[in-house]
């Protein structure tokens, strides 16, 4: 990973350092303001869009900008690179156009174009930088790889399972938070951004890029502050909420 850095052009270290800085900035100011989405959502955080619109439009650039990436870097991609990068591509397919057109809770869900601009700004210089290290990943150790690509797809199924649940709890049109109960529900109160952070940890095992090792960086910093707002905020909502519940990490946290 160490040659990949060294040997990469200058614009490449910048951007990648670009979000790191992002990803530290955000970690640290996340402990003290949630991100105003969601259950999080209030004023005084400048002009909205509809939720379901706004996760098209912060998603979609992961989308475009790996396929952009591929097509220009990627010609002799190697077997390993193409098979993450297809795991890639479908899952931001899905989040960009499949799962906003699932969510519920009524057409008057915004979200601040804010928090949609930097999403933009984020997804595709992160999608364009990993295009770029998967065109030139070196060879990979098949264990490894294998157990990455494991841990990638354990991720998945944990978190589309967790958003089942979530999407469930509410018949169209409905806007309440229930509690929500099942699956790793019984121990935490966040199992989507677990099965998130798990899938994209996995991504770097396998990839062994710094653009991928990045990329899992910054999910823990995003994920992690929202799992503990997540989870205080179920504790002040719901006197019932499960006490021996922790907010991300099964038994420990
Ligand atoms: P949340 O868990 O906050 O919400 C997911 C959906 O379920 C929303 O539609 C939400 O409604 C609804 N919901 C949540 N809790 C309840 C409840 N108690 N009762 C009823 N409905 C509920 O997840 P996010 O919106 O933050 O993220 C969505 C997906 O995107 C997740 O899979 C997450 O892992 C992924 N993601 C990945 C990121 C990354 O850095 N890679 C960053 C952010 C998200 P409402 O919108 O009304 O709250």
New binding site residues.
Partial sequence: MNELWVSAPPIYRSAILALAVFGLLSFILLFFVS?P?????RSGWGPTLP?RWG?VLM?LPSLLCMAAGLLWFGASLSLHAALLATLFLAHYAY?SLV?PF????GSA?TKPWLTVVF?VAFNGVNGVANAFDLSRMPAVEPLIFGFGIALFLLGVGI??H??QL??S??KPG???????YGGLYRYIS?P??F???L??MGFALAAATPAALF?AC??VC??LP?ARS?HRW?HEKFEEYPAERKALIPFVW
């Fill in positions: 991100a989405y969601g259950r999080h959502h939720a996760w998603e989040r799962f699932r969510l519920r809770g869900k999403a978190n589309h967790a958003d979530l999407l709890l509410r409905e806007s309440a938070y229930k509690i929500p966040a989507n951004y099965g998130e952070i899938q994209w990329f910054f999910t995003n994920l929202r997540h179920y």
